[in-house]
């Protein structure tokens, strides 16, 4: 679905000279990235998802999911359930290779925009409290705090913020989205569907 570039062509980011960017392409996940998807999984969370698990989540209705490649290499996925028009973010993540670069924060954009083309009003996700990356990436998105779930994480008993994003179905959320979407350099371009967002960031109207 979009592409965007981040330093590096493919090959391991660490192993290219930093003003090399790598163009990063965003589509739909489908079974045939499920491997690559499952070794990132492994890496970055302490009770992985199963393969049978993701299976089962691109089967059902009201999923989006998406995987952002380098080339071929699948660096990151994540994904998001609609319950009536509340879009949950149900996994975010970033082979490590890859983490600090902006693939989360364009996986997200991409994300969020299908959302709304899905019909949330609201968006909502639990993150680990000590999970100040992740949250720093959330409130890019307008997500706030709203409280706590104690001892939600079940390897350490650590407790979930649970963060809400409101009003994301009005005209400043999507001008700010379109406006976030536009910053990318070079542009996103999206691969196998298309998320309309009303507004571009070099529409006029976005540059109030
Ligand atoms: C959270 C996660 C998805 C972020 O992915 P990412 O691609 O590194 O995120 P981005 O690069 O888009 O943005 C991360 C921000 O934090 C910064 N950052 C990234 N890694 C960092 C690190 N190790 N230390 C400090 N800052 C860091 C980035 O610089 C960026 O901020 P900036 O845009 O203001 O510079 C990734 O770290 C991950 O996969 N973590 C493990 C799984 C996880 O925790 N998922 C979330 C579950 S709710």
């Known amino acids: 679905m979009s592409t965007s570039v981040v330093e590096g062509t493919g090959d391991r980011p660490s192993d290219l000279p930093r003003h090399q960017k790598a163009v990063i392409t ?9 491997r690559s998807v499952l070794t990132i999984e492994q890496q970055v969370y302490p009770r992985p998802w199963s393969e049978r698990l993701f299976e089962e989540e691109l089967d059902r209705s009201g999923r989006l999911y998406l995987v952002a490649r380098v080339e071929s290499t699948v660096v990151g996925y994540c994904g998001l359930l609609m319950i009536a028009d509340d879009g949950h973010v149900a996994t975010v993540a970033v082979d490590p290779a890859w983490q600090g670069r902006g693939v989360a924060t364009r996986m997200l954009a991409e994300l969020v925009a299908g959302a709304l083309e899905m019909g949330a009003n609201q968006l909502t996700l639990e993150v680990r ?3 100040i990356v992740a949250q720093r990436v959330y409130r890019r998105f307008g997500f706030a705090p709203a409280g ?12 979930a913020l649970v963060m809400w994003a409101h009003e994301v179905g009005g005209e400043d959320y999507r001008r700010r989205l379109a406006e976030l979407v536009g910053s990318f350099d070079p542009p996103t371009v999206r691969q196998g569907f298309s998320v309309e967002l009303p507004v571009s960031s070099t529409h006029p109207a976005a540059q109030r």
């Open 129 to 131: 409290v000590s999970n």
């Open 26 to 34: 965003i589509s739909p996940m489908r079974r045939r990235h499920l």
């Open 148 to 159: 706590a779930r104690k001892a939600y994480y079940a390897d350490n008993g650590e407790d």
